[in-house]
């Protein structure tokens, strides 16, 4: 193959690479992955799934606390309090099993979910850097 073939053939490569990233540029994150999360009560409108519902209600908690001033570890601290009381509250009524049992599976998660509430905050402060 010529030098010239495999120019072209790599520019083509570069081309269609570039075209095909396109929607996942920087206008579509200020457009989807930065628009405001769905209620995680809208996702998970049954209980049953304590662990997805603590992660969906951290990306809602997350994108409200975006443009708070106070310091990362208070907002995702907080915001990973409140996301656990309301899920186990969400799960049954006082002393049930199924409010025993989404307990210990969020307490099984504690390190995975304070990851994933420090990720979210970072993720929608950033998305206020223009």
Not at 7 to 22: C, D, E, K, P, T
Not at 54 to 80: D, M, T, Y
Not at 101 to 123: L, S
């Amino acid at each position: 193959m010529r030098i010239g073939q495999r120019y072209r053939l790599r520019a083509w490569r570069i081309a269609w690479l570039a075209l095909w990233l396109l929607p996942f540029g920087s206008a579509a994150a200020q457009g989807g992955g930065c628009a405001q999360p769905r209620s995680w009560r809208d996702i998970y409108p049954q209980p049953g799934q304590p662990r997805a519902e603590v992660s969906a209600c951290l990306n809602n908690q997350a994108w409200e606390v975006r443009n708070l001033k106070v310091p990362f570890k208070s907002a995702v601290g907080s915001i990973e309090a409140q996301c656990e009381v309301w899920v186990i509250f969400f799960e049954g009524p006082s002393r049930s099993p199924a409010r025993f049992a989404a307990q210990r599976e969020i307490n099984g998660a504690e390190n995975e979910i304070f990851a994933e509430a420090a990720a979210a905050v970072t993720h929608f402060r950033r998305c206020l850097v223009p």
